[in-house]
């Protein structure tokens, strides 16, 4: 059974970064594609980014383009989520997920297994 679990939250100041890390276990990663989603308190959870099996296909929302980089390393069974620029907007609690899929491609949504969430708080 792959297992997720999030870290690399935290407080951090307007205009400032963090770095996500989705680590599994359970199961190698190699045929998961792999999502970052996010929900604020009162909001619906939004998908941020996703990335393909081999890591050479990504989507990411319009709300987070040119400010989130997702990257994987399939040796360390680790997924990653870069994000850099960050606005209060961008508080929440950030959670993995992943899909077993043949697809070149990734989307946001059809996830089957899910991390337990980190959270993100951006605040001065």
């Known amino acids: 059974q792959l297992q997720l679990v999030e870290s690399g939250g935290g407080l951090v100041q307007p205009g400032g970064s963090l770095r996500l890390s989705c680590a599994a276990s359970g199961s190698t990663l190699d045929y998961y594609a792999i999502g970052w989603f996010r929900q604020a308190p009162g909001k619906e959870r939004e998908g941020v980014s996703c990335i393909s099996r081999l890591g050479d296909r990504v989507n990411y929302a319009d709300s987070v383009k040119g400010r989130f980089t997702i990257s994987r390393d399939n040796a360390k069974n680790t997924v990653y989520l870069q994000m850099n620029s960050l606005t209060p907007e961008d508080s929440a609690i950030y959670y993995c997920?992943?899909?077993?899929?043949?697809?070149?491609?990734?989307?946001?949504?059809?996830?089957?297994?899910w991390g337990q969430g980190t959270q993100v708080t951006v605040s001065s």
């Open positions: 997920a992943a899909v077993f899929t043949i697809q070149a491609w990734c989307v946001l949504g059809g996830y089957s297994y």
